[in-house]
């Protein structure tokens, strides 16, 4: 499995609607187009995998009660992800959709009447739990389960960030270890029981491992940056590692590493990685050094 992160047109915006979109994300004409020209390039070069953020963090896709406690999907959401799994499937990619992004658990901020971030209290919360995977979820799952051009789901990235004792705390409200496995073993049940995809969960790096562990996952996914290599290093062979199913390496750099990307990908083919998907594609961050137009 050799591919890249997409990982959106616009962060949070590429699937549903808000005060910055209010007609939607990628099924807009202006936003199809440039996902054609995208998609036609990573065809072109042979590029067959794709990860894609979903809901990032909370700011389009999910309607939601003032008291944030979620209602459906919006009105949006359907016709945006249609959009995006036929261009996909025009250009022969598989996609790995990124449900929620750690920022999602982030401190709350309004900005145009938007409420981003600050959604810790939907996992926290039983009742808001529930209602996130029965109202939300489950009907998402429900409508593509059956979909030939998604690959899996990832169900957080990155939840560290955004766990007790794991680094989480950083940027809001943490969640306890227990709870977050709870979560993901409940979400990565949900999609074997309604969809015939994967499920997996994008960690920041290796050392995470023992949050996802006998959580019912179908390949376990790290991440490796140069800031990383002490605490899990790259050349360590995956079967040291012990795992019960096989490993992707989901994101590496492309750009400002002591090692290029060849070398990178070489490492996982010689260390017993399943692939590993290039970081990124559209980003605009100092990891980011594919160039979409070569």
């Known amino acids: 499995m050799e591919g890249v992160n997409l990982p959106w047109l616009r962060y949070g915006n590429d699937f549903g609607a808000n005060a910055w979109s209010a007609e939607g994300g990628v099924s807009r004409p202006q936003e199809r ?34 008291a944030g406690t979620p209602v459906g999907p ?46 810790s209290g939907i996992i926290n919360g039983a009742y808001k739990q529930w209602a996130l995977q029965r109202r939300v979820l489950r009907p998402l799952f429900e409508h593509y389960g059956s979909s030939n051009v998604i690959l899996a789901w990832d169900i ?41 995809h994967l499920a997996t969960v994008g960690l920041g790096n290796a050392a995470g491992l023992t949050l996802v562990r006998d959580c019912g996952l179908d390949f376990y996914q790290v991440h490796w940056y140069d800031r990383w290599e002490a605490t899990a290093p790259l050349d360590r062979p995956v079967a040291a ?30 260390n017993g990685y399943c692939g590993a998907l290039a970081w990124s594609l559209l980003a605009t961050d100092r990891s980011s050094g594919i160039d979409p137009d070569n």
């Open 33 to 66: 187009e440039k996902l054609r020209r995208v998609f036609k390039g990573l065809q072109e070069r042979g590029v067959r995998t794709l990860r894609w953020f979903l809901f990032c963090d909370g700011r389009a896709g999910i309607r939601f009660t003032p």
């Open 74 to 119: 919006d009105t949006f959401l359907f016709a945006d992800l249609d959009t995006a799994l036929e261009i996909a499937s025009a250009c022969r990619l598989k996609i790995i959709f990124v449900l929620f992004d750690y920022l999602w658990f982030a401190k709350a901020l309004m900005i145009k009447g938007v409420q981003v971030r600050g959604r």
């Open 156 to 196: 957080i990235n990155e939840p560290e960030w955004a766990t007790r004792g794991f680094g989480g705390g950083i940027s809001g409200n943490a969640i306890t270890f227990l709870t977050m496995r709870r979560f993901i073993k409940s979400t990565a049940r949900l999609i074997h029981r309604y969809t015939g």
């Open 241 to 270: 590692l012990d795992l019960d199913r096989p490993l992707l390496l989901g994101e590496f750099p492309t750009k400002n590493s002591t090692r290029p990307a060849s070398a990178i990908v070489s490492a996982c083919k010689k």
